[in-house]
Structure formats: structure tokens, C-alpha cells
């Protein structure tokens, strides 16, 4: 069993829909959580960080994390199509070191105009 | 600000040969770490270096390894290639602080034939 696991999709969704990611680990010593944005033939890029449980807002996005189900989710309200890409989530500990990241296998997500 | 450079973007070796890549960090990041990205494994974290020193390893085995220079800069290497070592390597640096994110490159993308 990995330690992540993420629905790998694909999603389609319509523009303007709310999107709703997520993930869930293993792992209880998890304190930090990331969802990352990966465009074709990109790097990964940093859309939210967040430490322990509870919610985090930023713009259009939310990610929400729950520690007591080891489940954390992202959420898209408005969605563009600008937003089509793989959607990773990524997780480590103190324990594990903060630069070793766990990461899902990613959701790849197209909005239809 | 300039973001993470990785050198060379695309890369073809054969078999049993040997190859180096590049990374210089964001200005400012002392922490450098590398990460593997196939389709059907993911993302997966090589190492981490910080201060000329590697502080972190992850389940790979000898033939990659990686050194750090004083201006931050970083270069990881793989001996006896491998087909299975065909993958997106990815670069990714942080800024001071304790579990600070990770900003990532545009990786190399390494074939091996």
C-alpha cells in the first residue's frame, strides 16, 4: 500500500464548476500538507501549504486538511479552463525530514470551456 | 526573482553509460533536492543537500548520487544507466526556515536506450 493515494482521475469538469480533490495517507506523523500544480512538460508548482489540520484559503482555492480521517482535499470554485493540469498532493513529517516529500500519483483535470 | 534552473531540459544515453545533471536554486535557498518522476512510480524523493552536505536520502540505489557546491548550486549524477532510469529528474530548492516549501524545476527529462 502506498502511502498516498490519490484518485489518478482524469476529471472533466464544465467552466465555473467547483472542483473537489483529494487525498488520503497512511502515515499519522504527517504535519504538512501541499497540493502542487503540474502543467505538461512543467515542473511542479506550488498552489497550497498548509501545517496540521484545518483549512486554508487562497483566492479560488481551499485546501482543508483532516487529520483524524488522514484526508486532505483541494477545492476549485470557479474553474477555468486555465486550471486544466495534474493536481498533486504531498505530504512530510519532521520524522521523515521536511524536504522528503510523499507525493499522490496526481489527478489530471481538464474544465471545458 | 529568477526560479529553479535545471540543465540540460532533454537528454538521450545509452545503456551503461553515465550522465550529470544541473540545478542552480532560487537566490537565497540553501536546501537543494532531487526527485524522480515516472509514470508509473511518481514522484519519488533521491536526496537533499543543504550546506555542501546531504541531510536526506531516499531508497535509491548507489549509482545515483549528488553533490552540493558553495554558491547552493547542484548536480546529480547516475552511473551504469539503466532503461528503468528513464524519468523526469526534478529539481526542487527551499528558503531558510524549518519545513519550508519546496519550489521545483522544470526537470530534465533523461531517455536511456
Known amino acids: 500500500q502506498k502511502e498516498v493515494e490519490q484518485d489518478p482521475g482524469p476529471l472533466s469538469v464544465p467552466e465555473g464548476a467547483i472542483v473537489s480533490l483529494n487525498c488520503t495517507y497512511s502515515n499519522s506523523a504527517f504535519q504538512y500538507f501541499m497540493w502542487y500544480r503540474q502543467y505538461s512538460r512543467k515542473g511542479p508548482e506550488l498552489l497550497m501549504y498548509?501545517?496540521?489540520?484545518g483549512n486554508k484559503e487562497d483566492g479560488r482555492f481551499t485546501a482543508q486538511v483532516d487529520k483524524s480521517s488522514k484526508y486532505i482535499s483541494l477545492f476549485i470554485r470557479d474553474s477555468q479552463p486555465s486550471d486544466s493540469a495534474t493536481y498533486l498532493c504531498?505530504?512530510?513529517?519532521?520524522?521523515?525530514?521536511?524536504?522528503?516529500?510523499?507525493f499522490g500519483t496526481g489527478t489530471r483535470l481538464t474544465v471545458i470551456p | 526573482k529568477a526560479g529553479v534552473t535545471q540543465t540540460p531540459r532533454y537528454l538521450i544515453k545509452t545503456r551503461g553509460q553515465q550522465v550529470t545533471l544541473s540545478c542552480s536554486p532560487i537566490?537565497?535557498?540553501?536546501?537543494v533536492s532531487w526527485y524522480q518522476q515516472t509514470p508509473g512510480q511518481g514522484l519519488q524523493f533521491l536526496f537533499e543537500y543543504f550546506s555542501e552536505t546531504q541531510r536526506n536520502k531516499g531508497n535509491f540505489p548507489g549509482r545515483f548520487s549528488g553533490r552540493q557546491f558553495s554558491n547552493s548550486r547542484s548536480e546529480m549524477n547516475v552511473s551504469t544507466l539503466e532503461l528503468g532510469d528513464s524519468a523526469l529528474y526534478l529539481c526542487?530548492?527551499?528558503?531558510?526556515?524549518?519545513?519550508?516549501?519546496?519550489?521545483f524545476g522544470n526537470g530534465t527529462r533523461l531517455t536511456v536506450t
Open positions: 498548509t501545517y496540521s489540520s
Open positions: 526542487a530548492s527551499s528558503p531558510p526556515g524549518l519545513a519550508s516549501p519546496l519550489h
Open positions: 537566490s537565497g535557498h540553501r536546501s
Open positions: 504531498a505530504m512530510t513529517s519532521d520524522q521523515t525530514g521536511a524536504n522528503n516529500l510523499f
